[in-house]
């Protein structure tokens, strides 16, 4: 009903009325948001003239004063607009909300089985991102890839904490350097030269929020959408999912006893911008990428104008001998960006990791990177950086080598005890984690999953593969955060699980 042509009565603007309850809202609140509904579900007609604000104060009991100020929101908020004749709807362009019903609102009832709920559109590059295994939490014993939390000196990252904002004047509470805070970069910088071999100076360090966000880096600096990158395969996911999300052809290239193989008829059919590499340690195989095919590749990357992403991501855990030093610091000039995080050596959830740039490179991104990076965690920064200049990192790494060394060694024995199935062992020079290869009959996934109801968290060697084979079948262990007196009762359990699967 209306009072006149295009004027809305009072008494139909509400279907109830306003309530005095402080869980309602204000009343300003109330009458906004149900005239807004009204305008987007067309209860209100575009062109209608709203009452007066003194005639509609009256006949809901409120304020003028409300409605007035109700009034001016919706105004400046493009619902409505004031002339001389009054307060009218705005001609909106947007579609309308589904229309209301009278009746009591009810939950969503859920999809019917076999009918999931519409999915709703995303980028396409997303369906070339596979997920792996169902993810379980790091308390799950033999997951690969998380460190001795239990172990880790609390109390001397306490310390490093509280220097850090101690010395911290009120400006660090601002944004930091876009490619990290200068004393970690410097910390880093020095850490890596005696540590990794790593030829750098303080301005090629970008700091990143862990690895994963430096390999992103890379792919975003320095590749363009169709171009190819070459990934090991078996190999990390997180490598093929940054290359999948910069919209690049990848290419997965097999691995043997010394590493990542690549033949001249690979740089002929399909030369890569990018090619991610973990030759320290390989991810997941734990194979060492040979000395000859580490100046090879450097050499054709450089002939190509190719770039090399190494990721050396758990090196400093070595445990026969000293750690292999970085391909990257092989040869000046190198071709090489070099990718290294805190998550293995430190915590996960520090999430801090880096990227030491080649010299050529680091003056001609440093402004893309100005703008695409935001300096931030800077008291973290800063406390790492002196948890490095304290001598406290160097220690607790010297303190985790022989935990670990300790634990690979105890896992190794409970296998050959306890794992009553065909296997063979792969890796366990290096890191945290031993890959156990098994025959094809036995289901790796099904083990994983198995595995995974009892609190166990291996994962599947398969699902580390984009072109599985039959030798791409297996566990990989972590030995990490798990005590090494579990180690025979796992095993144990894990090889009732694999009997089970077997096909």
Known sequence: MTDAPGLVAATTLLEAPLVKDRDAGSMQRQLHD??????????????SRLPGSRALAEALSISRNTVTATYEHLAAEGYVQPDRQGTRVTELSSPALPARSDRPSRPARPARAGKPAATPPTAQRLAHIVPGASRAGQEAALRPGVPALSHFPMAAWRRSLDRAMRSASPATLGYGDPLGEPPLRAAIARHLAIARGVRC???????????????????????????????????YRGAKAAMHAGDLRIVPLRLDAEGLCVSERDWQKHPPRLIYTTPSHQYPAGTVLSIARRLALIAQARHHGAWIIEDDYDSEFRHNGEPIGAMQGLVPQAPVLYVGTFSKTMFPSLRLGFLVLPEQLAAAVRAPLEEMLRGGHRHEQLAMADFIESGQFSRHLGRMRRLYRDRQQALRLALGKHFKVPHEIDG????????????????DRRIAADAL??????????????????????????????????????????????RAAAS
């Open 428 to 443: 366990g020079h290096c890191g945290l984690h031993l890959t156990v290869r098994l025959p094809e009959h036995f289901d």
């Open 201 to 235: 100076e303080p301005h090629q360090v970008v700091i990143a929020e862990g690895a994963q966000e430096a390999i992103t880096l890379c792919v975003r600096l320095l590749s363009n959408p169709g171009e190819i990158g070459w990934v090991e395969d078996p190999g």
């Open 453 to 498: 109801r009892h609190r166990i968290a291996p994962s599947p060697l398969s699902g580390f593969a984009m072109q599985p084979t039959p030798s791409d079948n297996g566990l990989v262990l972590g030995y990490g955060n798990t005590p090494a007196e579990l180690f025979e009762p796992l095993v144990k359990r894990l090889s009732q699980l694999a």
């Open 34 to 47: 149900r005239l807004k509904r009204a305008i987007l579900d067309g209860s209100l007609a575009p062109g």
